[in-house]
């Protein structure tokens, strides 16, 4: 019996070991049809060392296999759940939450621990320097006692930002995913010819279906970076032509300075507060619905005339200051600027902002000369020499004509449309700076266009010893200056009746969230009494000759003729001797007597006066 079942059993173990057999050597079949010499390579080995490989690489194909098909799930799976489970918000590099999103990335443990980074020079400006803690100028002096910057960027670090790529993060206890990626888009380069551009852009993710946690993100971005602005005015410029071509936001940021404090501008404090509560007024959130139900276009601008170097500039970036928004400077004069570019410009403003145009005189929109009865030709002149004449004049005509129409840009007309056109932007600040307001055409400075003009004049007495005391009194340091800034405190619809000082017009952003909108009617500008012409804190004794600062002043604004010359020349005269005001006191009859006979002599010859 026992024999009859040896044979099968026998048989079995044969069928066994062969199909082990064709196992191994699967492998070395399936290698040998992608990797030519593979099974000589593999017979060397195993004649030379006695070792088969087979097993190794078979092993090395079930795990490369095996990681492949994860990896083909995992990405199947994946994306089904950015299809499904995530929602996005897609920024571009023009817009300013671009800037906010980046900087606030930028800061984050992200940044600090990610492997793909983008370094950049951390240039910082004048006012970013001065809020520094550690600056040790001592260390930039030389044996001379002068000051030597040349190692000065190398101890500024870099700054680093997350780089082009998917970036992924956690912020309360919530996943996000920050892709920083560019796309190439076709723009107008120099001389009108085509250039492919590269465009950035970030897209912002997170996990679930709602994007809320995406907003709050961008509004907490966006809150860090505006703290950071406090006290900050922030300049605007229209993007150059390549850009305004791409139909994108025709604005740029093109500098952030620190905002001028009203107290500063050197002007009659009364007009000064007309100039504060007329714009007040104009800004309050109720005002719009009270010039709608009126029908009047919601606009209003401002003329500020006068001689160069009193003020005029210095008003409207303190009104920017005050009010806390942006300046949008536009320059007439741009040969690059079109109507058509100039009418996109104004109807891309913000509700509220300040747009500023200088030397509106300079820019051609003088007063319409009336040249037809000088130039036309009289009827008795019919000889042939006469006609070429005219004609020749006509030629010439037509030809500077065309000559000042290609410099200049804007035409009267279409800055007019602009202003106020059917498709003008409302709710803007215009402000116009001139040195000749008699110069400019009657169409431009009419009510509705120009509702308040701003005379600056030269300096008077009062104002020059304003000038002086600013200039010596004591520093205030930047952090307890911002700290000291008292939070605004009025709603729509009460009347301040309070003194309200300039020394108090702080120059913040006003919180016009917390305001309560259902005020219809804007409340009436409140009657303030003249500013006082000091800061609060009085500055303290001259310590060395026993005078106060005061006395000084008035000592040296009683050596000066009033209306005779204006703050930004006594003020050149002061920065030249900024901390020594009894210098100051003892060298301006000198300076006095050459400046005026150097104004008396460009009277007699012309040209530039030179102290």
């Known amino acids: 019996?026992?024999?009859?079942?040896?044979?099968?059993?026998?048989?079995?173990?044969?069928?066994?070991?062969?199909?082990?057999?064709?196992?191994?050597?699967?492998?070395?079949?399936?290698?040998?049809?992608?990797?030519?010499?593979?099974?000589?390579?593999?017979?060397?080995?195993?004649?030379?060392?006695?070792?088969?490989?087979?097993?190794?690489?078979?092993?090395?194909?079930?795990?490369?296999?095996?990681?492949?098909?994860?990896?083909?799930?995992?990405?199947?799976?994946?994306?089904?759940?950015?299809?499904?489970?995530?929602?996005?918000?897609?920024?571009?590099?023009?817009?300013?939450?671009?800037?906010?999103?980046?900087?606030?990335?930028?800061?984050?443990?992200?940044?600090?621990?990610?492997?793909?980074l983008i370094a950049k020079t951390n240039n910082q400006n004048p006012w970013e320097l001065m809020e520094e803690d550690d600056l040790d100028l001592n260390e930039q002096l030389n044996n001379n006692g002068l000051l030597n910057f040349s190692n000065w960027e190398a101890k500024i670090p870099p700054?680093?930002?997350?780089?082009?790529?998917?970036?992924?993060?956690?912020?309360?206890?919530?996943?996000?995913?920050?892709?920083?990626?560019?796309?190439?888009?076709?723009?107008?380069?120099?001389?009108?010819?085509?250039?492919?551009?590269?465009?950035?852009?970030?897209?912002?993710?997170?996990?679930?279906?709602?994007?809320?946690?995406?907003?709050?993100?961008?509004?907490?971005?966006?809150?860090?970076?505006?703290?950071?602005?406090?006290?900050?005015?922030?300049?605007?410029?229209?993007?150059?032509?390549?850009?305004?071509?791409?139909?994108?936001?025709?604005?740029?940021?093109?500098?952030?300075?620190?905002?001028?404090?009203?107290?500063?501008?050197?002007?009659?404090?009364?007009?000064?507060?007309?100039?504060?509560?007329?714009?007040?007024?104009?800004?309050?959130?109720?005002?719009?619905?009270?010039?709608?139900?009126?029908?009047?276009?919601?606009?209003?601008?401002?003329?500020?005339?006068?001689?160069?170097?009193?003020?005029?500039?210095?008003?409207?970036?303190?009104?920017?200051?005050?009010?806390?928004?942006?300046i949008y400077c536009i320059s007439l004069v741009d040969p690059n600027l079109t109507e058509e570019e100039l009418g996109m410009l104004f109807t891309s403003l913000p509700r509220r902002c300040v747009v500023l145009l200088e030397d509106i005189d300079s820019a051609g929109l003088s007063k319409r000369q009336e040249t037809n009865a000088n130039d036309k030709s009289k009827t008795d002149a019919t000889t042939t020499s006469t006609i070429s004449a005219e004609i020749t004049k006509a030629f010439e005509s037509v030809q500077k004509s065309s000559d000042k129409k290609d410099k200049q840009g804007i035409s009267l007309s279409g800055l007019l449309n602009a202003i106020d056109g059917v498709a003008s932007h409302e709710g803007r600040v215009l402000i116009m700076t001139t040195n000749f307001p008699d110069k400019l055409d009657e169409a431009l400075i009419r009510p509705g266009r120009i509702d308040m003009k701003v005379a600056f004049t030269n300096a008077t007495r009062t104002q020059i010893r304003e000038l002086f005391t600013r200039m010596y009194s004591p520093d205030t340091p930047t952090k307890a200056a911002a700290a000291a800034i008292p939070a605004p405190t009025a709603k729509i619809g009460t009347i301040p009746t309070e003194k309200l000082p300039m020394s108090k017009i702080a120059a913040t952003r006003s919180p016009l969230e917390s305001l309560d909108p259902n005020t219809l009617t804007p409340p009436e500008s409140p009657k303030q009494p003249a500013t006082p012409v000091t800061s609060p804190t009085p500055p303290p004794p001259y310590t060395e000759d026993g005078m106060p600062l005061e006395e000084i002043a008035t000592s040296f604004a009683d050596v000066l003729p009033e209306d005779t010359f204006?703050?930004?020349?006594?003020?050149?005269?002061?920065?030249?001797?900024?901390?020594?005001?009894?210098?100051?006191?003892?060298?301006?009859?000198?300076?006095?007597?050459?400046?005026?006979?150097?104004?008396?002599?460009?009277?007699?010859?012309g040209g530039e006066v030179k102290v």
């Open 1 to 116: 019996m026992a024999s009859k079942y040896l044979k099968p059993l026998k048989h079995s173990n044969i069928a066994d070991t062969n199909s082990t057999m064709k196992f191994s050597e699967l492998p070395a079949n399936i290698l040998e049809a992608f990797i030519p010499g593979y099974s000589i390579i593999s017979r060397f080995l195993l004649d030379a060392l006695g070792f088969d490989i087979t097993s190794v690489v078979s092993i090395c194909v079930l795990i490369f296999g095996l990681v492949t098909a994860v990896k083909f799930l995992w990405r199947h799976a994946y994306q089904q759940i950015q299809t499904y489970f995530m929602s996005y918000i897609r920024i571009e590099h023009h817009d300013d939450i671009y800037d906010y999103i980046v900087e606030w990335t930028a800061s984050q443990k992200m940044s600090k621990n990610s492997r793909n």
């Open 159 to 326: 700054k680093f930002e997350p780089s082009y790529g998917s970036h992924s993060f956690f912020h309360k206890g919530r996943f996000f995913q920050f892709l920083r990626d560019r796309k190439q888009t076709m723009g107008s380069g120099w001389g009108g010819y085509t250039t492919m551009q590269n465009d950035e852009y970030v897209i912002l993710s997170c996990l679930g279906r709602s994007n809320e946690p995406i907003k709050a993100l961008i509004r907490e971005a966006r809150d860090v970076y505006l703290n950071k602005q406090t006290s900050r005015t922030t300049v605007r410029r229209p993007m150059p032509k390549d850009k305004r071509s791409s139909g994108r936001a025709g604005w740029m940021r093109a500098a952030t300075r620190p905002s001028r404090p009203m107290d500063t501008v050197v002007l009659d404090h009364d007009l000064k507060s007309r100039v504060l509560n007329d714009i007040n007024e104009y800004l309050h959130p109720a005002t719009p619905a009270w010039y709608s139900n009126r029908g009047i276009p919601y606009r209003r601008g401002y003329l500020l005339h006068g001689p160069p170097g009193t003020g005029k500039s210095s008003l409207a970036w303190a009104i920017s200051g005050v009010f806390g928004v942006d």
């Open 566 to 605: 204006t703050p930004a020349e006594i003020q050149g005269f002061l920065l030249t001797r900024k901390k020594e005001p009894m210098k100051a006191l003892a060298e301006v009859e000198a300076w006095r007597d050459a400046l005026l006979a150097a104004k008396e002599e460009k009277r007699g010859k």
